[in-house]
Every structure is written in C-alpha cells, then in structure tokens.
C-alpha cells in the first residue's frame, strides 16, 4: 500500500490525491461518460417507439445502433487499432508495399471511417500511410457535401514514386 501510516485515523493514507477529472484533462486517461447513454435513457426510447404505432421497434434500434458506430469516440477508437494493427502487422508485407481496405456499413460511415483514419494518422505523425476513400456520388454529412475525388486529393510526393 501507498503512503504513510496516520495515528489518527487509524490507516495509510496517499502522500498525493491524483483527481480523474485531472487524469482526463492531462490525456492520462479517457472519459468514459463522454458517450454513455444510460439504461433509463434507453428504455424510455425503446418504450416510446413501443407505444406509438407510427416506429418500428426494429427501425428505432437500426437508428440507435446507426448513431452509436457514426459516434466520433468509436470511429476514433476503431481508426487507432485499425491504423496500429496495419503498420505492426501489415505494411511491412509485399517487400513493404502492402496495401488494406477497410469496409464499411454504409458511404457515410466510409467518409467519417476516413476523417477518423486520417486524424489519427496525423496525430500520430504517419505522414506516409496514404488513406484513400472509394464510395460513389456524393454523401451529405453535417451540412457538408463529400465526394470520392474531392476526399482523395493526393500529394505529388506519392504519385512521382
């Protein structure tokens, strides 16, 4: 056990007081809370569509489980093992000229699936995975058009190569 021994209150005691609130604002660890959606917040969604003729229960889940794998936090945390799994396991193979697709569930989940791949690459300074993105026409999200070419604009070092 940490720290010293306190007569008067009878136990160890820390020598410091190390806050969560503190630990997620230094990055040490990440808020759990910052996605959480409570059961009673579930069930009142899932009661509301029971009761109104007018939801399907099976569309409202689809809807649920739609927001939840477009969430920014799970995309984020899916691009990390993603891009991770690919530079230890993958990008060495072929004499280190590998490639991987990523599939997703739907155009928009491809689009935000390649922001959150993109980011993270960034973060990390692996300026040299090239993420490319292939999906047809043009997806609507939050208010912004995407296209395959407008989102694949590659830089003139990896195409003189």
Known sequence: ????????????VPFHVYFMRQAIEEGFIHDVLASYVTYGTYWKIQKAVEED??????QAGAAIARFVTLHEH???QKAQVI?????RHVAGKIGGKA?????????????RMTHALRKYANEQGY??????????GTVEDEGAA???????TIPKAITSK
Do not use: C, W
């Not at 490639?99 to 689009?111: N, P």
């Not at 300026?127 to 047809?136: Q, R």
């Open 53 to 58: 003729p007018e939801y399907d229960s099976r």
């Open 146 to 152: 995407f296209t395959e070419a407008q989102m694949n």
């Open 99 to 111: 490639k991987a697709m990523v599939v997703t569930s739907s155009r928009k989940h491809a689009v």
């Open 74 to 76: 799970n995309l984020s």
């Open 1 to 12: 056990m940490f720290g010293a021994y306190d007569e008067e209150a009878g136990h160890r």
């Open 127 to 136: 300026d040299a995975l090239g993420i490319l993105v292939a999906f047809s």
């Open 83 to 87: 891009v991770e799994h690919f530079r």
